[in-house]
């Protein structure tokens, strides 16, 4: 079972400070509460401007996809936002279907995603 | 979605089912995925389709462990409890895998399987219920029934191309 990985780590850029998570394995109805716990303690530091870095990330359900609305919604609601990079080209054929890739951006890099930040 | 004609996989397959009971634990919807996924691509299906077949699957998994049993994501069952587990069959047919998800918990709802306004859904960011969604989307049926003394029964059928030979009934 490879479960899901997350590692986060805090970059200064020239928009400020920006949290990047890096997940790889299987984002499901079983692993999706780890990454909410993660954004939950991160919205809690007042860490409004997220970064998920999803290169190497396998597999998405619903329950990730619904993890990604909402947290948008939250970020934005404090002058923040959420962006997605590398995001896999199987994950992105269910990401289009749901009407996600209209609410939320998607960036080839890390320092692109950096850039969009206002 | 797209469609496919029937291939010598699909031909050579056809009749045969794969069976497969697991906990309705959450750490199993993985072992599902797999079992699906490689079920699909023996079939005929591409890449994508069978991608497709085996979210549906997991979101329907997903549904009956957590909404159905009502068991939390990573929740374990206590030692004896056989009886909470889901049941699988995946039948080959000519043109089409029939998926049959069978659980015994509390009845479903057959008004969650309604038609959802995904635009609004996603307006209000919802965190829950794209599932049902995915699943209307990726299959071409998708029926249900609850029978006293058996349980939940989904049906699920995706088509390797209009068909033309029925299936033969798919019954536990």
Same mark, same amino acid.
Request: proline residues 5%; charged residues 25%; positive net charge.
């Given at each position: 079972?490879?479960?899901?990985? #997350?590692?986060?780590?805090?970059?200064?850029?020239?928009?400020?400070? @920006?949290? @990047?998570?890096? +997940?790889?394995?299987?984002?499901?109805?079983? /692993?999706?509460?780890?990454? +909410?716990?993660?954004?939950?303690?991160?919205?809690?530091?007042?860490?409004?401007? #997220?970064?998920?870095?999803?290169?190497?990330?396998?597999?998405?359900?619903?329950?990730?996809?619904?993890?990604?609305?909402? /947290?948008?919604?939250?970020?934005?609601?404090?002058?923040?936002?959420?962006? @997605?990079?590398? #995001?896999?080209?199987?994950?992105?054929? /269910?990401? @289009?279907?749901?009407?996600?890739?209209?609410?939320?951006? /998607?960036?080839?890099?890390?320092?692109?995603?950096?850039?969009?930040?206002? | 979605? *797209?469609?496919?004609? %029937?291939?010598?996989?699909?031909? *050579?397959?056809?009749?045969?089912?794969?069976?497969?009971?697991? %906990?309705?634990?959450?750490?199993?919807? $993985? =072992?599902?995925?797999?079992?699906?996924?490689?079920?699909? =691509?023996?079939?005929?299906?591409?890449?994508?389709?069978?991608?497709?077949?085996?979210?549906?699957?997991?979101? !329907?998994?997903?549904?009956?462990?957590?909404?159905?049993?009502?068991?939390?994501?990573?929740?374990?069952?206590?030692?004896? *409890?056989?009886?909470? !587990?889901?049941?699988?069959?995946?039948?080959?047919?000519?043109?089409?895998?029939?998926?049959?998800?069978?659980?015994?918990?509390?009845?479903?709802?057959?008004?969650?399987?309604?038609?959802?306004?995904?635009?609004? &859904? =996603?307006?209000?960011?919802?965190?829950?219920? =794209?599932?049902?969604?995915?699943?209307?989307?990726?299959? &071409?049926?998708?029926?249900? *029934?609850?029978? %006293?003394?058996?349980?939940?029964?989904?049906?699920?059928?995706?088509?390797?191309?209009?068909?033309?030979?029925?299936?033969? $009934?798919?019954?536990?």
């Amino acid at each position: 079972m490879i479960g899901l990985n #997350l590692k986060c780590e805090s970059t200064k850029t020239d928009r400020g400070d @920006v949290d @990047v998570v890096a +997940m790889e394995g299987y984002l499901d109805g079983h /692993t999706a509460p780890k990454l +909410m716990r993660l954004i939950d303690d991160l919205i809690s530091q007042k860490h409004y401007r #997220l970064v998920l870095d999803m290169s190497r990330l396998e597999y998405m359900s619903s329950a990730g996809f619904g993890i990604l609305a909402a /947290t948008q919604k939250r970020t934005q609601a404090q002058g923040g936002d959420l962006k @997605v990079v590398n #995001l896999p080209e199987k994950i992105r054929r /269910t990401f @289009v279907t749901l009407g996600l890739e209209n609410i939320i951006e /998607t960036h080839a890099t890390r320092e692109d995603a950096f850039a969009a930040f206002r | 979605m *797209s469609t496919r004609s %029937p291939s010598k996989k699909a031909a *050579s397959v056809s009749g045969k089912c794969v069976q497969l009971r697991v %906990p309705a634990e959450t750490e199993y919807l $993985e =072992l599902i995925r797999q079992v699906v996924h490689g079920v699909a =691509l023996r079939m005929g299906f591409g890449p994508q389709e069978a991608a497709e077949v085996e979210m549906s699957v997991d979101e !329907a998994c997903t549904n009956v462990i957590v909404h159905a049993y009502g068991r939390q994501p990573g929740q374990k069952l206590a030692p004896g *409890s056989v009886d909470d !587990a889901i049941d699988l069959q995946l039948v080959f047919c000519p043109e089409k895998i029939v998926i049959l998800i069978l659980d015994r918990a509390k009845p479903f709802t057959p008004e969650d399987l309604g038609e959802m306004e995904i635009k609004q &859904h =996603l307006a209000q960011r919802k965190a829950h219920g =794209l599932g049902i969604y995915i699943i209307k989307r990726f299959m &071409h049926e998708v029926k249900y *029934s609850y029978r %006293p003394g058996r349980g939940n029964e989904l049906q699920l059928v995706r088509y390797l191309k209009t068909p033309h030979t029925p299936c033969a $009934e798919v019954r536990p």
